[in-house]
Each structure stands twice: as C-alpha cells, then as structure tokens.
C-alpha cells in the first residue's frame, strides 16, 4: 500500500513560484511512476505532470510546460512539483497521485492519490 502526503502550497501572487512535495511509503518508490494533478473549484480532476521511476521520463500539460518541472528525489521517496510564473488559472487543489495502469493523463489509471494541497494565485 503506497501513503501520500503533499506540502508546499499556499497563496502567491502572479508570477511567483511555489514548490509541491509529496512523500511517499512503500518500498518500489523508486520504480514507481509518480505523478500531480490538479482540480479546480467545479472542474475535473486534470493531469499536470508525472515522471518516470528513473526520472528518465517527465510529461506534462501543454499549458504549463516551461513553467512546471517535476522531479523525484529516490533516496528520500519524494516527488516535487516546482511551479515558477504562476498564473491566476493555476489555482486549484494539487494532487499527488502514484503508480498508473493505463492512460497516465487520466486520473482513473492511477491507483494511490495524496489528499491535496490548496494553491491559490491572486492577479
């Protein structure tokens, strides 16, 4: 059974930055693709990024690629969300979500998800 728990958020202006962690239990963390999701208030639940257990592979939404980096740190069994330029669109809840089966950019296809961390970013 894997165990998520996001920090890191918060309320910023736009154009600041934020960093999101998510640890993790369980010992195949570092085989274990990871990922962050994000729901705003009435909206879906909507894929933001994941990489790969080896970090080899990274993926991300059109509309924050070149804003938002996810890394993972193996020896410390978490994964970051760093989120520079932020803009008033990028307010939502953040999840972590870990180890897909199936379409990653779908949040049915990933089995353990954190409880959410509330970022908010005023104009």
């Known amino acids: 059974q894997v165990h998520l728990v996001e920090s890191g958020g918060g309320s910023v202006q736009a154009g600041d930055s934020l960093r999101l962690s998510c640890a993790a239990s369980?010992?195949?963390?570092?085989?274990?693709?990871m990922g962050w999701f994000r729901q705003a208030p009435g909206k879906g639940r909507v894929f933001v990024a994941a990489i790969t257990g080896n970090s080899v592979g990274t993926f991300y939404l059109d509309s924050v690629k070149g804003r938002f980096s996810i890394s993972r740190d193996n020896a410390k069994s978490t994964v970051y969300l760093q989120m520079n330029s932020l803009k008033p669109e990028d307010t939502a809840v953040y999840y972590c979500?870990?180890?897909?089966?199936?379409?990653?950019?779908?949040?049915?296809?990933?089995?353990?998800w954190g409880q959410g961390t509330q970022v908010t970013v005023s104009s």
């Open positions: 369980g010992s195949t963390f570092s085989t274990t693709p």
């Open positions: 979500a870990a180890d897909p089966n199936g379409d990653y950019r779908q949040f049915v296809a990933w089995g353990h």
